[in-house]
């Protein structure tokens, strides 16, 4: 029988049937989703898997991070010539993940990647300042399309007020997922995973500075939380997931006019 190596759960039901798919290397999840791949080869060959993270993936530049868990990771071929259901789950830290596979003799890499879809970045005005940015996580300021937006107009409207930037520290990284801003793949960020969260910095900001902010926050369907170290408003933008979609599709349809 021929080796053919990892396949998806889709590519291994064809399989099954006598038919060859062409192969994707590469399946999307989100973080803390789950997968399923299948293995093809001759009945009685052993085989074996192992995870590794692929270093500077998801928004995170700094070494290590975790990968996840793979049920089984081992086992042998059966009479079928194929193993089903191989169950990935990904951590909750966005990022690719390697899948090294061998099978008898042979072995090779398939990949999973852990993203959330459709993040823009946060972009850069005269009444936006970006802030918080560091080498371990460059890309701290996406969003979904709806947060960045409604973001743009906060920091507009401040901007018209006080002739002044807003200062936005840290909305999601470019991929999404958990948020480690200490660099030690763990919280204490419980939030900014999905796009929808941003710190606004405030310590240099008056009271009726804060007031303003609050108000027109509110007034754009945000949650708004003071938080004291260091001194800044969390806001959350109020919005449920088909908003989010239909605003992104409105948006992609302005575009293609």
Same mark, same amino acid.
């Given at each position: 029988?021929? &080796? ?5 759960? $889709?590519? !291994? ?11 994707? *290397?590469?399946?999307?999840?989100? @973080?803390?989703?789950?997968? #399923? ?17 692929? =270093? ?7 070494? !290590? !991070? @975790? ?10 071929? @059966? ?18 993940? $390697? ?17 959330? =879809?459709?993040?823009?970045? *946060? ?5 936006? $300042? ?6 371990? +996580?460059?890309?701290? +300021?996406? !969003?979904?399309?709806?947060? /960045?937006?409604?973001?743009?107009? &906060? ?9 002044? @930037? ?11 997922? &958990?948020?480690? +801003? ?6 204490? +960020? ?7 969260d941003a710190d606004i910095r405030t310590k240099d900001m008056t009271k ?7 108000? #027109? ?8 939380? $003071? ?12 919005? /449920?997931? =088909? ?15």
């Amino acid at each position: 029988m021929i &080796l053919l190596g990892m396949c998806t759960a $889709e590519d !291994g039901k064809l399989l099954a049937k006598g038919v060859l798919p062409k192969f994707n *290397l590469t399946q999307s999840t989100s @973080p803390e989703g789950t997968i #399923e791949w299948w293995i093809r080869g001759t009945p009685g060959m052993r085989w074996s898997c192992v995870l590794k993270r692929v =270093p500077n993936t998801g928004g995170h530049q700094h070494a !290590g !991070g @975790p990968t996840g868990k793979l049920t089984p990771t081992s086992g042998t071929i @059966p009479s079928s010539g194929v193993v089903k259901a191989i169950k990935q789950k990904t951590p909750a830290v966005a990022g690719d993940i $390697e899948l090294k596979y061998t099978i008898g003799t042979t072995s090779g890499s398939v990949y999973t990647r852990a993203m959330v =879809p459709g993040l823009v970045e *946060l972009p850069t005005t005269s009444a936006i $300042e970006r802030v918080g940015v560091t080498k371990t +996580h460059p890309q701290s +300021h996406y !969003g979904a399309p709806a947060m /960045t937006a409604a973001v743009v107009t &906060l920091a507009t409207k401040f901007h018209k007020k006080f002739s002044k @930037p807003l200062g936005v520290n840290d909305i999601s990284l470019i991929w999404g997922g &958990l948020f480690d +801003h200490k660099a030690t793949w763990a919280a204490p +960020h419980k939030t900014h995973r999905t796009g929808v969260d941003a710190d606004i910095r405030t310590k240099d900001m008056t009271k009726e500075q804060k007031d303003f902010l609050v108000k #027109e926050a509110k007034l754009l369907k945000f949650k708004v939380l $003071e938080e004291k170290d260091p001194p800044h408003h969390h806001i959350t933008l109020q919005a /449920t997931k =088909p908003l989010l979609l239909n605003f992104a599709r409105s948006k992609e349809k302005a575009r293609k006019k």
